[in-house]
């Protein structure tokens, strides 16, 4: 399946204000103190408002698509394991040994594995898309890390994978990431939309030392300073400081939003696809749910620049899904809420006095 | 079933640090970066410590006991609803349309209601417990709530409760409430054993003006005054200026420790509860786990005091358990990455480099 850029693009409606008001109108009328559900009373405000209708359903299917790229950039030494980790730990989610299939199984959410561009060849196997664009990107330290053509690629790819999952029936979705290195293409991403500096987004992704985390930090800045990345061109950036995995998830993202489907965000890599679909198409934000707040530095000022605060704050930073996917359950909470409970009609409860 | 307070502490044992250890040792064999899953690991070192093993168990049976009670110091208007509201809300709870209901449900944990003191009769029903000590509290702004005795039978009460249905089949336990005016009485509790004002504690319960919420105050600062309660002595502060749901959910949550059995904790009036328990039985905080930060301003205090750290940062403020049942699903996280994630020699994945 093809996903023109544009055509995915303009599919992307604003939230419907009406099922909107009218979420607001029934949680009024629920047996509680009105607002004291809170984060859970915006959510379901939120659903209501992406898939129109009031009440909203309560999500029952749900996937996480996990997004797995190679980095060129990690011959700069900015990684605390060795590449050949990205297609183990691929072969691990497709075994369910690993942190996102545990979670997935406790969520009720099925995993689909996505080889965007692991530099090793992966073997097909059952629950692995191969689609791989390129076997890693090119070290952005030197250059950019890819051609425009191939990250306009990486976005087809992750909304192609985003169809035919909601054509099998979906209700709500997360995107993960696995890929060695990516942590510097999202600070690199981040610095690039937020204009903050690398050196105060940069962090130690899976266990960087000080002298580790601050020589990444100046590959960033030079990787930065060559490529000149342009952030109100979201191509541009993706495919200068930008990596394979981080471009599917930007466009499984927006291959939601246009469905009017809601995406639970995860932590720093999956924000900076966030980053990139919001620069796109500024309409699927609305869309996105942020899932929980990574303990890696960058990530608050991702969230901040897409304005969304996150759900669980509980220093996670594994990446994966995983944050996304803990955070499934008061998405669907929040929907069981405003469905299920009794009005104060309904229960016979006196409302509040004076 | 009649359960004395010595005998309830003095089953209450330190965590096994043995299986803490044991714990720790596995999750830096699992296929994460080390300390990458954040509360979550932390979590597993605590039900391993509090269950004896390691792995500790996924827990598949959970229950939330919610325990009602009026409160004598209505009387002075500190309540934005009229005590009706009390009766009408166990009703609805009975029905299954509250919100502890619905939750419960996600949660797939069965809910218990125990009138430990609603000033109205309550007419016996299936899933209700008459355990009443009391139609209501006397007003504490007048004199003490209750006496020791009374005090006393609410704690058995509560015990009494959790220890049928820890042996019905019970892995994860969590207290809720409901009471009129309940803010109030763990206002006084909150402020009784930190030492911190009634002015700084006292929030806008279920919905007081500003003008309400500085009389509420007031009225706490009346009743601690008079009756002078003692914070070395847990059942004298909850006799003096508690209730009788609060005295059960501390029993609960002691004989929930004895057994050997994580305890969730909800919000403001379930950690006044916490308070007293810690107050009678130190060693029963370490089985405790904080479930959410209410949005009440007192139950940071209460939380501070205990040395808890919420899991959620929702904006909750239900109370009847539901940010703790939220919660369960947390914990049973927590347990499913500890038992079913790989380990990098299982999965072949290559450790850290240096």
Redesign the interface.
Known sequence: MIVSLGELIAGIRPLDEAAMRAAQARQDL?????G?????EALSLQLAGITRRCPPPVPARKAVLVFAGDHGVVAQGVS???Q??TP??V??FL?G???I???S??AGARVVIVDAGVAAPMPPADGLVSGKIAPGTADMSLGPAMTREQAAAAIALGAGVARREIAAGLDLLACGDMGIGNTTAATAITAAFTGSSPLHLTGAG??LTPAGVAHKAEVVERALALNRPDPADGLDVLAKVGGYEIGGICGAMLAAAAAGIPVVVDGFIATAGALVAAALAPDAVAYMIAGHRS?EPGHDAALAWLGLTP????????GEG?GAV?AM??V??SA??IN???TFA?????????
């Open positions: 629920l047996t509680k103190p009105r004291s559900m809170g984060r859970l605390a394991y060795p050949e980790v183990q730990m072969a691990n075994r040994g690993a942190a299939n545990v979670l199984r406790g899976t266990g303990a759900l669980l704050d509980l220093g996670m930073r594994v995983t803990l359950n008061l669907e909470a069981r809420i299920e409970m009794a309904d229960a016979g409860v006196s409302e509040k006095a004076g």
